[in-house]
């Protein structure tokens, strides 16, 4: 049900170490985040699509994420030039968009892009278990790390439950309408989803128990940072510090 | 309800980013391994019923369910959430590093709110109950969104307009939530009790 299209290739990003990836690709966003100039936004879209193609991922499935990400973003180019106040640009009988509006969603627009496509190609194309373990050496709480591999760990469980009591209830001649009908089943059905969710933390956590858990986690996974692993950063931080430079001297590259 | 990369202001961002940090750490403190496994597993369910689209007229919505998350985990839903957001950005890439904070905090918060403020109505059989995990529901909702209008307003004054539809087009939502809410609050009551006294503390909702 939640499959992992990206997760699985041969190319030369998958074969760099998951803490690497995850680290430049946090730098990254945040830089990118501060961006105000458009050309410097535009530059990082372009770095961003450069690391995507190279770690070749399925397009298909590429262009359906990409598309459904946009969609906040198609809100608000639908919304904020329409409602800005500023300097015309375009009128349409009564609606007229404003410049203002338009190069602030312009700018959002070319930031959420960058952030998403370096994310696709960086961050995605590790699987779950093995970026809760790198977000573990890489410092994060280790109780976050566990509550996140048991909730991935459970979600397929959990998500076959629910479509497991979803069919019960459709032979039964059940159909999703607006009403109190509807309302009130979905809420039984979910809160019988959550009565066995909590049952069944319970048997998970007392096998485990059995099998000598003591809080910590015993992990098979090794990491080995190579030196193509140094290269891959040391050229991902030259270009994020010139994204920075570009947007705080935007006269010197554009002379 | 979720803000995507890009789109807020440094500021706002940093804001998100430390107080979902000091909510987490308050989350995580009060739980040990034992009850860790039930937040997890409960995050799980949480994250299956956020993708149910249920229909209000001639559109439909997907369930949110920070209010139902709140009232059972009290501030474990703070990590919960977080958690589960985490998930909706490797799975669907919704969201990412930056925007996690602002948007964790704007669900969770309310959420705990909620929590603290009507716990004692919750504690009580009949109407007040009823009304109880109503508001719960309904107000979680109605503070998540409007909390994601105020980042974005706040981020620039151009977005006040869009900010300002984003929450009016989830008062249909807070009203169905408010009521999915009481329902499965009430169905909880009647077979697990002990579930709704997750959050008392170490001594309940414990196993048998």
Not at chain 2, 143 to 170: C, E, N, P
Request: charged share 10%; hydrophobic share 55%; proline share 5%.
């Amino acid at each position: 049900m939640f499959d992992e299209p990206f997760a699985h290739g041969s190319s030369p990003v998958h074969g760099l170490d998951p803490r690497v990836r995850l680290a430049m690709a946090g730098i990254f966003s945040v830089c990118v985040a501060m961006l105000r100039e458009p050309a410097a936004a535009g530059a990082a879209l372009l770095l961003a699509v450069v690391i995507l193609a190279l770690s070749a991922p399925p397009m298909k499935q590429l262009c359906k994420r990409v598309a459904l990400v946009n969609v906040f973003i198609v809100f608000l180019w639908l919304t904020v030039p329409l409602t800005m106040p500023g300097a015309p640009v375009l009128t349409l009988g009564p609606l007229t968009a404003s410049r203002e509006g338009v190069e602030l969603v312009w700018l959002a627009t070319l930031k959420s892009n960058a952030i998403l496509l370096t994310f696709l190609a960086l961050v995605t194309s590790m699987d779950s278990p093995t970026m809760g373990h790198a977000l573990n050496r890489l410092g994060a709480p280790s109780k976050l790390v566990f509550l996140f591999l048991f909730t991935y760990r459970y979600l397929h469980v959990i998500a076959d439950e629910w479509q497991r009591l979803l069919t019960a209830a459709r032979l039964r001649g059940f159909a999703l309408r607006t009403g109190m009908h509807t309302y009130r089943t979905i809420g039984n059905l979910l809160a019988m989803v959550l009565v066995n969710s909590f049952d069944r933390s319970g048997r998970v956590y007392q096998a485990m128990l059995l099998r000598g858990f003591q809080g910590r986690f015993a992990s098979v996974v090794r990491f080995k940072a190579r030196r193509q692993d140094a290269l891959f950063a040391a050229l991902w931080l030259i270009a994020t510090a010139g994204l920075v430079l570009m947007d705080l001297f935007p006269e010197a590259f554009f002379v | 309800m979720h803000i995507s990369e890009g789109v807020l202001s440094a500021a706002i961002l940093g804001l998100g980013a430390a107080l979902t940090v000091c909510g987490t750490a308050i989350g995580l403190r009060r739980l040990d391994y034992d009850r860790l496994m039930t937040v997890a597993i409960l995050a799980a369910a949480f994250f299956v019923g956020s993708l149910i689209h249920i229909p209000i007229g001639p559109a439909s919505a997907h369930l949110i369910l920070n209010g139902l998350l709140g009232a059972i985990l009290g501030w474990a839903a703070f990590p919960a959430i977080l958690v589960a957001l985490m998930l909706q950005s490797v799975l669907f890439q919704y969201g990412g590093f930056t925007v996690i904070g602002v948007n964790a905090f704007n669900m969770a918060f309310p959420a705990v709110l909620c929590f603290l403020l009507l716990r004692p109505l919750l504690s009580r059989p009949g109407r007040m109950r009823t009304a109880g995990a109503f508001c719960c529901g309904a107000l979680s909702v109605a503070g998540a969104a409007l909390l994601t209008a105020v980042s974005l307003a706040w981020t620039d004054q151009g977005f006040l307009q869009a900010a300002r539809l984003l929450f009016l087009a989830h008062v249909p939502v807070m009203v169905v939530e408010g009521i999915v809410t009481v329902l499965a609050v009430s169905f909880l009551y009647k077979v697990r009790p002990e579930l709704l006294l997750f959050a008392a503390g170490p001594e309940g909702g414990r196993h048998a």
